[in-house]
């Protein structure tokens, strides 16, 4: 069974400090990570996955498999950064169909000025 | 967006009655997904459909149904609306590439009273 679990419902920072949301899996084999943000009432968008090693907006995430977890940082928050951050998992295709991805419960984040 | 819409974007219903929600993709896209959005839950699948006329249950498919005639649509139907039900619904599709990345539609805002 794949869990994703999101450690911190809310998180509140100021503007310009550092930002970490915390995310933790458990899949047997090899997973791809994603993290998704929701603006106030908005769609889900992606952000970033973690097999690109892409930094969108600021934000970058490392999979650690050893510790089995896909954090997300920013070292320096803007206001414009409040929002829901998702992450998720799938499974990888080659082994075997996995298509679907399994969902932490979001932290909601917030930037004071 | 991902060529995705969903309609209605907002519905408010009696309890029993029932409710089709259309989540509509202009890209020709085999893998669609129904999630439902709750404060606390984070964004649990409902049903999924892996091609026309093909479709599986997600964690919550108790009180749903879906149906997938044409590659384009998918729709989510509540046979007998229930409060429990009154939620945000999102639809996706899976993109394309090599990843398993999703794009989500508007949403759809329901209301069961």
């Known amino acids: 069974a794949q869990r994703v679990t999101q450690p911190e419902k809310l998180l509140s920072v100021f503007k310009g400090a550092p930002v970490e949301l915390k995310c933790n899996y458990s899949?047997?084999?090899?997973?791809?990570l994603f993290w998704y943000v929701q603006y106030s009432r908005q769609r889900l968008q992606l952000l970033l996955r973690?097999?690109s090693r892409e930094s969108i907006k600021g934000f970058t995430a490392d999979l650690n498999k050893g510790e089995t977890s896909f954090h997300l940082k920013k070292p320096f928050a803007q206001e414009e950064d409040s929002a829901m951050y998702y992450c998720?998992?799938?499974?990888?295709?080659?082994?075997?169909?996995?298509?679907?991805?399994?969902f932490g419960k979001g932290t909601l984040l917030t930037v004071n000025p | 967006d991902a060529g995705i819409t969903q309609s209605p974007r907002h519905k408010v219903t009696e309890t029993g009655t029932p409710v089709t929600l259309r989540c509509h993709q202009t890209?020709?896209?085999?893998?669609m997904y129904w999630y439902r959005q709750d404060p606390g839950h984070g964004l649990r699948l409902i049903h999924y459909?892996?091609?026309?006329?093909?479709?599986d249950k997600g964690e919550v498919s108790d009180g749903y149904s879906v149906s997938r005639s044409k590659t384009e649509d998918f729709l989510l139907t509540l046979e007998s609306a229930t409060s429990s039900q009154t939620s945000v619904y999102f639809c996706?599709?899976?993109?394309?590439?090599?990843?398993?990345?999703?794009?989500f539609g508007p949403g759809t805002r329901l209301t069961v009273l």
């Open positions: 996706a599709i899976m993109s394309g590439s090599s990843y398993n990345e999703q794009f």
């Open positions: 899949y047997s084999g090899s997973p791809e």
């Open positions: 973690h097999i």
């Open positions: 998720a998992l799938s499974g990888n295709r080659s082994g075997g169909s996995n298509y679907k991805l399994t």
């Open positions: 890209e020709n896209h085999r893998y």
């Open positions: 459909s892996y091609g026309v006329k093909d479709t």
